[in-house]
């Protein structure tokens, strides 16, 4: 219900029209014409503007995404870099000190201990130093921890220093149970025995170094070694020395990223990097959500111009159809009207020349029949034996009666045509309402309809084309007696119009009366109440036109079920009104 | 007597012959002719005081036989009556000179005494 009445109100008119229904066809299938329309209109205009959302949607999504990848990619760089570097400044170091230092100066415990604080000053992060010798032993330590003459022979990394000639350790806790890293660097004495200079380092600065990178929340950065054990604490997967639950990834020279999904199963960019000549790789690691999060802004934000566009640009297509289409509707409807209105003309005319002819010709036997009869009757009133014979006189009186009525007939017949030819004359209302009347007057006796003529004596005579209100009165008073049943009451009234050039006409009835709904299109042509019984629904329509024609104007009141009043205001002159008539 | 005479002009000869007959009757002496050419020939031949001229007829018809009489006979009074009449006819018949115009059919009595009048009136 509700949609149908919604609808329905923004239907318009040609819509519902249907073909067939009247005597003239429209040109064109409008409700066809409008959805062509609609259609072809949609298709230039609709199909690019989507085709180009869902190239631009998917371009947005990839550059998004790329976007990401890159910036991960871009600080896992950057950071490979700062560590790499922290990790070789130190190397370096230890690298310089067993390059220029003698062997005898570095077990010197005085010196060493000298030298450590060096190295603190100078590059920072050293924990304790000290000198193995290749059998393992520590002959020279500076360091919070007493470790001096500890044996290393058996350990891992002393081995791969030993064959390296450079070791850097995983981080581990070792004897001292604090995490730390360990830098070893072999040097050779001048007798060409071999030693190690051994570095510890404090965590700490590593982690700094992470923690420097400022991340946002679902980002998290950390270092692993090879075995995929944590080397600094990481934010969402464990902490130091644990190991994830993630595989290493795959080894590779630059810095790369892929997608994948952790153990908790949120997806996520990984971007890592290997760092050179250690065990340690840089994992960085992005959750998915952050990067939807940007696009699923964007993607709403498209989503919504779009659908926005669409339906503005829909609805204005709609909307010029529909007032294109209305308007050669309208068009089309006040052709068809012309054409229904010449056609009646035409038929008024041909049947007023048809009705002329008629009287012309039956005058001429009326005539002859008129005085044949009459010459009986002059010879039977000679003679004296007929004189009072009513058996011959009365049929000849009544013959001769007849040929009055059927003169009488002609003479009206001849009147009617006469006033469909156009020309503006003097015309007494009085005489022309009775003219019309008499059409009538049969009918009125039979269904015993009373007809009151009213028009004062102060109705002055109007300059006006007499056949247009005469027509005029034809049709109200026509309209009167379909409307009226038997023993009703038709009273046509006149009186000068308050404007001294104006008259004031109604023709009343006390008929059915219309309908409330239905008095606003009384004058629409086509519009009919009587359409079963033969109304065409251009009677009230052509009156309206001839009364404008003769620069008046017609209201209609009425009561259902008390009668109507139509009511007709007309200029005494009209030719002396036409140009304020027509334009209003 | 003779200054008297009306003469009847229609083409229908039963109409045209009846109503002699009946203006007979009415003392009123008629002559009657068939259509326009002979009508201009009797009044030519003889003189009358008044015409009932019908309108439509063939050959030379009413309108031009009027125009004629007012040129030629003035004084004759003519009285039109036809059939065909038109409001423009009627217009046309009076700026012309007609006597009167009457439509067909005709009641006798009126007829008849519009003639007695043109007779006065064409007897001049």
């Not at chain 1, 570095?199 to 700094?208: A, E, F, P």
């Not at chain 1, 934010?235 to 130091?240: A, L, N």
């Not at chain 1, 020395?241 to 790369?256: A, G, K, N």
């Not at chain 2, 007012?70 to 065909?84: D, E, F, M």
Request: charged share 25%; net charge negative; aromatic share 10%.
């Amino acid at each position: 219900m509700v949609k149908d009445g919604f609808f329905s109100r923004f239907r318009p008119r040609f819509w519902d029209y249907k073909l067939g229904a009247q005597p003239y066809q429209p040109l064109f299938n409008y409700a066809r014409i409008w959805i062509l329309s609609v259609a072809l209109l949609s298709a230039v205009c609709l199909v690019p503007l989507s085709v180009l959302f869902v190239v631009d949607f998917q371009l947005s999504q990839q550059a998004i995404e790329s976007e990401v990848t890159l910036r991960t990619v871009r600080l896992a760089s950057n950071t490979r870099r700062t560590l790499t570097y922290f990790i070789d400044e130190r190397q370096a170091a230890l690298r310089f000190i067993v390059e220029e230092s003698k062997f005898e100066a570095l077990v010197d415990p005085v010196h060493i201990k000298e030298m450590l604080r060096n190295l603190k000053v100078g590059f920072g992060g050293f924990v304790d130093v000290g000198v193995l010798l290749p059998s393992g032993q520590q002959v020279a330590y500076s360091g919070p921890f007493d470790l001096r003459g500890r044996d290393y022979g058996d350990k891992d990394w002393f081995k791969k220093t030993m064959q390296n000639g450079v070791y850097i350790s995983d981080v581990f806790l070792g004897y001292r149970n604090s995490p730390h890293m360990i830098i070893a660097v072999k040097g050779r004495r001048p007798d060409n025995k071999s030693f190690i200079l051994r570095g510890t380092l404090d965590i700490k600065r590593l982690i700094d170094i992470i923690t420097g990178m400022e991340l946002s929340e679902n980002c998290d950065a950390f270092v692993i070694n090879r075995q995929g054990v944590l080397q600094t604490p990481s934010r969402f997967y464990g902490d130091i020395l644990e190991r994830i639950d993630m595989p290493v990834p795959e080894y590779s020279e630059h810095t790369r990223a892929f997608e994948t999904t952790d153990s908790k199963g949120n997806k996520i960019l990984v971007g890592y990097a290997y760092i050179a000549d250690s065990p340690y790789i840089l994992e960085i690691v992005r959750m998915q959500d952050e990067v939807m999060n940007i696009w699923d802004s964007l993607r709403a934000d498209l989503i919504w111009f779009f659908l926005g566009s669409f339906l503005v640009i829909f609805l204005v297509i709609c909307g010029i159809s529909t007032y294109m289409v209305n308007k050669v509707f309208y068009a089309d409807q006040t052709r068809l009207r012309t054409l229904h209105r010449m056609e009646h003309t035409n038929r008024l005319a041909s049947i007023g020349r048809l009705a002329a002819g008629v009287a012309h010709e039956i005058n001429n036997p009326l005539a002859v029949i008129n005085e044949k009869a009459g010459l009986i009757k002059d010879i039977f009133l000679f003679r004296h034996e007929y004189k009072e014979d009513s058996r011959v006189m009365e049929p000849i009186d009544v013959i001769i009666s007849s040929v009055e009525r059927c003169g009488a007939i002609t003479k009206q017949l001849l009147g009617f045509a006469r006033h469909l030819e156009v020309e503006v004359q003097h015309v007494h209302l009085g005489e022309l309402v009775k003219e019309v009347l008499n059409f009538l007057k049969k009918e009125s006796e039979y269904r015993n309809i009373e007809q009151v003529v009213d028009i004062t004596e102060d109705v002055p005579c109007i300059y006006t084309d007499r056949g247009k209100l005469q027509q005029v009165f034809i049709n109200l008073i026509n309209n009167a007696y379909q409307a009226v049943d038997r023993e009703g009451r038709i009273v046509v009234r006149a009186r000068p119009d308050e404007d001294p050039d104006w008259v004031d006409i109604r023709v009343e009835d006390t008929g059915c009366g219309i309908a409330p709904e239905d008095i606003k299109k009384i004058f629409e042509p086509f519009f009919s109440t009587k359409k079963k019984s033969g109304g065409t629904g251009l009677g009230l329509s052509i009156t309206y036109g001839l009364v404008k024609k003769l620069g008046g104007m017609v209201y209609v009141h009425s009561e259902p079920g008390q009668g109507t009043v139509f009511n007709i205001k007309l200029p005494i002159d009209m030719e002396g009104d036409v140009n304020e008539g027509s334009s209003g | 007597m003779k200054k008297n005479l009306i003469l009847l002009v229609d083409d229908e000869r039963d109409f045209v012959n009846t109503l002699a007959e009946r203006m007979a009757i009415r003392g009123l002496e008629t002559r009657v002719a068939y259509d326009g050419e002979s009508a201009l020939q009797m009044i030519q031949d003889e003189t009358f005081a008044a015409m009932v001229l019908d309108l439509r007829m063939p050959g030379i018809d009413g309108l031009e036989v009027l125009r004629e009489v007012g040129r030629t006979h003035p004084q004759i009074s003519v009285i039109v009556l036809t059939g065909h009449g038109s409001e423009k006819d009627r217009e046309k018949c009076e700026s012309l000179g007609a006597f009167a115009y009457l439509n067909k059919p005709v009641n006798i009595k009126d007829l008849a005494s519009l003639l007695k009048k043109a007779q006065e009136a064409g007897g001049k």
